[in-house]
């Protein structure tokens, strides 16, 4: 059953989601992920790295917010994909989200202390206790200062989503005017100074078209916020409204803020001088204005304070989702009667982003995360997909439920014994059956049904062969494109294979009907992906293009990381999963069983 959470005035106006999305994103994104993705990846087309993981982030937040509405569920993409796609690539997905979320925090968290650093007077300022010290022998430099931050947000949100919505939502605002004032008096020095990083020698794109998709796959990580508007649903009165407006609204600030400010810092110092750990602040500092830099170091400071609770916010009810379906310990899924939070989700989560926070770098935790996130958002729109054209004719009812399925047969008979009568009851059951006797045996009754049904299997079959060949199409397509070690006539053949898999998908999936179970799967009335098939294949072939995009490095990484999640899964989440003691209803009859609309027990 869906666990109502404490709901606060706040989450309950769409102000409040924008606000909530706004606070999770910006922060990372341009306090940190600046610096060094001009340096490493994209030279002055910083803003074009931006613009298109916008694009794709956009694309997903119109699949995140039909999804969000039909099935508000604080399991986010994790709860998607349990409905639409299985419990086993759900596992994966919710075991990828845990990393975004946890890995999320552990990057904004390591780049506060350079930003704090500079009101002690530098870099190496900090007190001992908090400054960064690299272990004697190892290549790693250890962060007490982020490690420490971690602990005061965990401790912040286990006091209750009402008190940390409220402070995140007065440092967004204030984080805004700083932006606004970086925007303002940044175009000011660089039509002043001529903008001197736009004349660099390398041009506009210094490290080619794939250094800058390459930079667009790691920005992509200062998106992510907008999906902690999602993972929140269960703390929305009305998420058919809010979570879209919200989500929507959010991203659009975002991105928009996102571009003009890396406008502005690219332009004032050249990509090759930025500052990999405080771009913005240092770029006012070498242009004279060292007050500005300390207001900017401020805005810093508090946006990523924000950003490191919006990541940790979502991560103990991702565990708290994938706990109800047995796929983790119930510890997981305990919520505090008196804070309505579920405090020791959150504990386990502050305990592991702090300890990454401590020990990682931020490049490669910014690289780690937007694995998950693409993921994430993939998945979202093969599930648009799957609900569309596909979708779940029966849905699995608990074992604690299964009672109640029981009560509504035999409530169904009395009905029915009452209507015909006690007397007549046998009299009138044998004349119904003979009618319907008569009438399937009747020649063109027969045939229509048999045609109907026969029609309806097919259109099926040929969906889900469609979202197939769409899916591998994009595979083959967007990895041969990426191979550059690949001859040209060997990558011009295998793409064209993998387009003409992907465009013959797609044109069956606008030939063919969308089925009409759409209209009374999960929640009515809610916001509707608009241009599908075209919006989620996008998406498709976007997300997947920046997941290969991310380096060899990157995905040993994670790849580690989800071979774990397949064996903790076939070791304990497949055993202990809910699914072992379920029975598979109608989704018509699911839904009276669960007695309202507003309830979503039956996709959690």
Same mark, same amino acid.
């Given at each position: 059953?869906?666990?109502?959470?404490?709901?606060?005035?706040?989450?309950? %106006?769409?102000?409040?989601?924008?606000?909530?999305?706004?606070?999770?994103?910006?922060?990372?994104?341009? @306090?940190?992920?600046?610096?060094?993705?001009?340096?490493?990846?994209?030279?002055?087309?910083?803003?074009?790295?931006?613009?298109?993981?916008?694009?794709?982030?956009?694309?997903?937040?119109?699949?995140?917010?039909?999804?969000?509405?039909?099935?508000?569920?604080?399991?986010?993409?994790?709860? @998607?994909?349990?409905?639409? +796609?299985?419990?086993?690539?759900?596992?994966?997905?919710?075991?990828?989200?845990?990393?975004?979320?946890?890995?999320?925090?552990?990057?904004?968290?390591?780049?506060?202390?350079?930003?704090?650093?500079?009101?002690?007077?530098?870099? =190496?300022?900090?007190?001992?206790?908090?400054?960064?010290?690299?272990?004697?022998?190892?290549?790693?430099?250890?962060?007490?200062?982020?490690?420490?931050?971690?602990?005061?947000?965990?401790?912040?949100?286990?006091?209750?989503?009402?008190? *940390?919505?409220?402070?995140?939502?007065?440092?967004?605002?204030?984080?805004?005017?700083?932006?606004?004032?970086?925007?303002?008096?940044?175009?000011?020095? &660089?039509?002043?100074?001529?903008?001197?990083? @736009?004349?660099?020698?390398?041009?506009?794109?210094?490290?080619?078209?794939?250094?800058? %998709?390459?930079?667009?796959?790691?920005?992509?990580?200062?998106?992510?916020?907008?999906?902690?508007?999602?993972? /929140?649903?269960?703390?929305?009165?009305?998420?058919?409204?809010?979570?879209?407006?919200?989500?929507?609204?959010?991203? *659009?600030?975002?991105? /928009?803020?996102?571009?003009?400010?890396?406008?502005?810092?690219?332009?004032?110092?050249?990509?090759?001088?930025?500052?990999?750990?405080?771009?913005?602040?240092?770029?006012?500092?070498?242009?004279?204005?060292?007050?500005?830099?300390?207001?900017?170091? /401020?805005?810093?400071?508090?946006?990523?304070?924000?950003?490191?609770?919006?990541?940790?916010?979502?991560?103990?009810?991702?565990?708290?989702?994938?706990?109800?379906?047995?796929?983790?310990?119930?510890?997981?899924? =305990?919520?505090?009667?008196?804070?309505?939070?579920?405090?020791? *989700?959150?504990? $386990?989560?502050?305990?592991?982003?702090?300890?990454?926070?401590?020990?990682?770098?931020?490049?490669?935790?910014?690289?780690?995360?937007? $694995?998950?996130?693409?993921?994430?958002?993939?998945?979202?729109?093969?599930?648009?997909?799957?609900?569309?054209?596909?979708?779940?004719?029966?849905?699995?009812?608990?074992?604690?439920?299964? +009672?109640?399925?029981?009560?509504?047969?035999?409530?169904?008979?009395?009905?029915?014994?009452?209507?015909?009568?006690?007397?007549?009851?046998?009299?009138?059951?044998?004349?119904?059956?003979?009618?319907?006797?008569?009438?399937?045996? =009747?020649? %063109?009754?027969?045939?229509?049904?048999?045609?109907?049904?026969?029609?309806?299997?097919?259109?099926?079959? /040929?969906?889900?062969?469609?979202?197939?060949?769409?899916?591998?199409?994009?595979?083959?397509?967007?990895? *041969?494109?990426?191979?550059?070690?690949?001859?040209?006539?060997?990558?011009?053949?295998?793409?064209?294979?993998? &387009?003409?898999?992907?465009?013959?998908?797609?044109?069956?999936?606008?030939?063919?009907?969308? =089925?009409?179970?759409?209209?009374?799967?999960?929640?009515?009335?809610?916001?509707?992906?608009?241009?599908?098939?075209?919006?989620?294949?996008?998406?498709?072939?976007?997300?997947?293009?920046? %997941?290969?995009?991310?380096?060899?490095?990157?995905?040993?990484?994670?790849?580690?990381?989800?071979?774990?999640?397949?064996?903790?899964?076939?070791?304990?989440?497949?055993?202990?999963?809910?699914?072992?003691?379920? $029975?598979?209803?109608?989704?018509?009859?699911?839904?009276?069983?669960?007695?309202?609309?507003?309830?979503?027990?039956?996709?959690?």
């Amino acid at each position: 059953m869906r666990h109502e959470l404490n709901c606060p005035p706040l989450a309950c %106006l769409v102000l409040g989601q924008c606000w909530q999305g706004v606070g999770s994103t910006i922060g990372a994104g341009v @306090y940190v992920l600046v610096g060094t993705v001009a340096r490493e990846h994209s030279g002055p087309a910083l803003t074009l790295s931006f613009l298109i993981a916008g694009i794709a982030a956009a694309l997903s937040a119109f699949c995140y917010a039909e999804l969000a509405s039909r099935c508000p569920s604080a399991g986010s993409a994790y709860h @998607y994909s349990y409905i639409c +796609v299985g419990e086993g690539v759900a596992w994966l997905i919710g075991w990828a989200l845990i990393l975004e979320y946890t890995i999320g925090g552990s990057a904004v968290a390591r780049g506060i202390s350079p930003n704090l650093a500079i009101f002690f007077g530098g870099q =190496d300022s900090l007190p001992w206790i908090l400054a960064r010290h690299q272990i004697p022998w190892l290549d790693v430099v250890v962060d007490p200062c982020a490690a420490f931050l971690v602990f005061v947000v965990t401790g912040l949100l286990c006091v209750g989503i009402k008190e *940390s919505s409220f402070v995140q939502g007065v440092v967004t605002v204030l984080n805004c005017f700083v932006m606004l004032f970086v925007i303002i008096a940044g175009s000011y020095i &660089g039509f002043q100074t001529g903008w001197v990083g @736009y004349k660099v020698a390398g041009g506009f794109f210094p490290y080619g078209a794939n250094g800058m %998709l390459a930079g667009s796959a790691t920005v992509f990580f200062a998106y992510i916020g907008f999906d902690s508007v999602a993972s /929140t649903a269960e703390e929305v009165k009305n998420p058919q409204r809010d979570l879209p407006l919200g989500i929507g609204t959010a991203l *659009s600030i975002c991105c /928009t803020l996102y571009m003009l400010v890396s406008v502005v810092i690219v332009g004032l110092v050249p990509y090759f001088a930025m500052d990999p750990d405080t771009p913005i602040s240092s770029a006012f500092a070498k242009h004279g204005m060292h007050w500005a830099m300390y207001l900017v170091t /401020t805005g810093a400071v508090l946006a990523l304070c924000s950003t490191l609770m919006g990541s940790i916010l979502p991560q103990p009810r991702i565990l708290m989702a994938m706990a109800r379906d047995g796929l983790l310990p119930s510890f997981f899924s =305990d919520v505090h009667k008196t804070t309505q939070v579920p405090v020791k *989700s959150t504990i $386990v989560t502050g305990i592991c982003a702090a300890a990454l926070a401590f020990f990682m770098d931020v490049s490669q935790l910014a690289g780690m995360v937007s $694995v998950g996130t693409l993921l994430a958002f993939t998945i979202v729109a093969v599930s648009i997909l799957i609900l569309r054209y596909v979708p779940p004719n029966e849905v699995p009812l608990p074992s604690s439920l299964q +009672v109640s399925f029981r009560l509504s047969q035999e409530n169904d008979e009395e009905k029915l014994r009452g209507t015909l009568g006690d007397n007549d009851h046998e009299q009138g059951s044998a004349e119904i059956s003979d009618v319907v006797v008569e009438s399937i045996n =009747d020649p %063109l009754i027969e045939k229509q049904l048999y045609a109907s049904n026969l029609n309806e299997t097919k259109r099926r079959k /040929t969906a889900a062969c469609s979202i197939a060949s769409i899916c591998i199409g994009v595979l083959i397509l967007t990895t *041969s494109a990426s191979a550059t070690f690949l001859p040209f006539l060997v990558t011009c053949f295998v793409c064209a294979f993998g &387009g003409l898999l992907l465009l013959a998908g797609l044109g069956m999936l606008c030939w063919i009907d969308q =089925d009409d179970g759409r209209h009374s799967f999960g929640h009515s009335g809610g916001f509707i992906c608009p241009f599908v098939p075209l919006l989620p294949v996008m998406c498709i072939l976007i997300n997947t293009y920046l %997941l290969i995009n991310l380096g060899g490095g990157t995905w040993m990484r994670v790849g580690v990381w989800l071979v774990m999640g397949v064996f903790v899964y076939i070791f304990y989440g497949r055993t202990h999963s809910s699914l072992t003691d379920v $029975v598979y209803v109608p989704v018509a009859e699911a839904n009276e069983i669960y007695g309202s609309p507003s309830s979503s027990g039956f996709v959690a």
